[in-house]
Every structure is written in structure tokens, then in C-alpha cells.
């Protein structure tokens, strides 16, 4: 894994556990990440009353590390999940990756 791309996918709430269980499910990528987001957007005609008055839709930000070579295979995947609703996404170079402090109680010294 030289190599490596960041997928970020902005996903509405109700699709949240048919994408948790495709990225659990693919073979390619170790993990992902997942958090609450918040949209907002000056294209509120998709806005429910309560996301108008709030002023922000609720979605899920999932973020996948994956290789070049992993995204069509991850894509159609994702498609399937999403069915016809639209699900914002982009992929970003990783130009560093790696881990902090370690593990290993001897190593620190």
C-alpha cells in the first residue's frame, strides 16, 4: 500500500447501515471511519421544516482509505448500496500516512 487515495463519502442518515455493512464487507479496505455531519447548503428545497428551521441536514461522513486500483470495485459496490439516491462523494491524494506514538512500551525510551 505505497500508494493511497482518501474516499469521502457524504451519505444520508438512511443509508448509513447498508454502507456500514458494504465497506465492512469489502475485501479491499481494512476499515473506515464514520461520523455525524452536518450540511448546509444555500439549496434548501431539499430541506425537510425541521432541517429549514435547524438550517442544516444531518448526514454521515464516512472516510475510506483505499488504493487507486480498489475504487471501481469499492464504486460499484457503493452503487448498489445507494440504490437511486445521491450520495456526494471525492477522493483526495494521502501524500503521508501512518501511525503516532507506539505501542510497544520499549520502544519508548
Known amino acids: 500500500m505505497d500508494e493511497l487515495e482518501l474516499l469521502v463519502l457524504i451519505a444520508p442518515v438512511n ?5 456500514v455493512d458494504v465497506l465492512i464487507g469489502h475485501a479491499g479496505i481494512s476499515g473506515f471511519t464514520l461520523t455525524d455531519a452536518a450540511g448546509y447548503s444555500r439549496e434548501h428545497g431539499h430541506f425537510n421544516v425541521q432541517e429549514q428551521v435547524a438550517g442544516y ?9 483505499h488504493e487507486p486500483t480498489q475504487f471501481g470495485a469499492l464504486r460499484a459496490d457503493l ?3 445507494c440504490g437511486n439516491q445521491a450520495v456526494r462523494y471525492w477522493i483526495a491524494p494521502v501524500i503521508e500516512q501512518g501511525h503516532v506514538g507506539r505501542e510497544d512500551s520499549e520502544a519508548r525510551r
Open 15 to 19: 443509508l448509513k447501515e447498508e454502507l
Open 57 to 65: 441536514r444531518s448526514f454521515c461522513r464516512f472516510e475510506i482509505l
Open 79 to 81: 452503487d448498489s448500496a
